[in-house]
């Protein structure tokens, strides 16, 4: 059974890098890593989707080692508005399994 | 832009009650999915659906079923609920199974 692991809650500064590992075991060969921001009262929202190296949109980037094991999303130089849970997940074309979310809180 | 809209952001409902909770969204997608989620848990996959009148289930389908009778729309049903199936459920749509889900606001449903 995939099973996707995550820190429960990570502290920054703002204009800081933040790194979120997830672990990823038993994912499959054509599993998907995404990622998910969370603000309260609102549902789950897109941030980036990588299937192995190196993925970079306009708001994070997101590391995939060659084994698959393991993500790491990267958010460079947060802000307050950053404060939210971010979800990790591995999807494929019958598995969907999230992690449980890392509470993200930026200080000032 | 996607849209998901869930038909209530908060239900109160009593032990035993059949409830309804709908799901709508406006960008064709062939995948629709319900989730609960819960503190310290995460989203939990309970059914999704791949395409009209096709179903399967999730990793929580117990208590609960589903109906997808037109491509837009995606039903969670609780024949009969319980107190422990008080939480927040989350619908949401995509347009391929592995592709990015575009998620409705929620429904915070409680069961006395």
């Known amino acids: 059974l995939a099973k996707t692991t995550q820190p429960i809650s990570m502290d920054s500064y703002e204009g800081q890098e933040v790194n979120i590992t997830c672990s990823h075991n038993?994912?499959?060969?054509?599993?998907?890593i995404t990622w998910y921001q969370q603000f309260p009262s609102q549902g789950p929202r897109f941030i980036i989707q990588g299937y192995k190296t190196k993925v970079t949109n306009e708001v994070a980037s997101l590391f995939i080692p060659a084994d698959r094991k393991s993500s790491t999303l990267s958010l460079p130089r947060v802000s307050l508005s950053d404060t939210a849970v971010y979800y990790c997940?591995?999807?494929?074309?019958?598995?969907?399994?999230f992690g449980s979310g890392t509470r993200l809180q930026v200080q000032p | 832009d996607v849209k998901v809209t869930q038909s209530s952001r908060y239900l109160v409902k009593r032990t035993g009650e059949k409830v309804f909770l709908e799901c709508v969204q406006d960008?064709?997608?062939?995948?629709m999915f319900w989730y609960r989620q819960d503190p310290g848990l995460g989203l939990r996959l309970i059914y999704f659906s791949y395409d009209v009148k096709m179903k399967e289930k999730g990793d929580i389908p117990e208590g609960y079923s589903v109906s997808r009778e037109k491509k837009e729309r995606f039903s969670l049903i609780l024949e009969s609920a319980s107190t422990n199936q008080t939480s927040m459920y989350l619908c949401?749509?995509?347009?391929?199974?592995?592709?990015?889900?575009?998620f409705g606001p929620g429904t915070r449903l409680t069961v006395l």
């Open positions: 038993n994912i499959a060969t054509n599993d998907y």
């Open positions: 960008m064709d997608h062939e995948n």
């Open positions: 997940s591995q999807t494929g074309r019958r598995a969907l399994t």
């Open positions: 949401a749509s995509s347009l391929l199974a592995d592709n990015e889900q575009f």
